[in-house]
């Protein structure tokens, strides 16, 4: 979005609700970047579109956007144009994150060396620094603040990432997952 697209909304945070270091705004929900702007790794896609079009300028955009449309509608009908590719929502974000996390879990030793166990720890600590959700960052951090990630053995990690999964399913209301499957989900598949 443009600088003109930024929050001035002048209400106070919705109850529950955190915002970067300084913020104390925040329009409809929306959680906010820490430069003031609408996070996209930190919403659904949905609530960025319904942010994005009650920006100040929606009139001139939607006076565009329905130009633009109206030539596309007549180019598709002679070409046939790839779909916009646009940059992940919190959701999509998050798929591909815990399949990155999950399959590292899956092709980690049984005994690793000192210097593998090392590695994994770094990287959890990095991975739970640099997320681009920094909503989700945060508690990530604490999570692995409070229950130290365990690099010990494939299996150690496996369901010690399984546990930090389940805490953020809880958190967004979706089922627990079974911590005894987590091998067959994401190294074995399932039995014949
Ligand atoms: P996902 O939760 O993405 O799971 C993908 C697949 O993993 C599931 O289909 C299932 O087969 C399997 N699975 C589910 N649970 C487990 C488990 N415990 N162990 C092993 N496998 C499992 N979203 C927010 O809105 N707010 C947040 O604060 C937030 N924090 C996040 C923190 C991290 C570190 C990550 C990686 C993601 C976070 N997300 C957050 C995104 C959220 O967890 C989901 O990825 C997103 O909501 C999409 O969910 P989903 O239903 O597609 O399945």
Redesign the pocket.
Known sequence: LEASDRNTDTAPPAEGVRLPNGMTKLPNGIILDKDGKPCRA?N?KSAFSAFAAQATHKQSKTTAATTAAATQGATAATSTKPAVECPPD??????S???L??SIAAQYPETPSSAQQSDLASFVRL??RL?P?W???D??QAYVARDTPRVASRDDFGQW??????D??V??G????D?A??EE??RTGPPD
Do not use: I
């Open positions: 930190c659904t919190v959701a999509q974000l998050g798929r994150s815990w399949t996390l999950h991975f739970s997320y959700c909503v989700c960052a508690d990530f990432l399984c546990r930090a999964h389940n953020v399913n958190k967004l979706k089922p627990v997952f911590c499957r987590w989900r994401w």
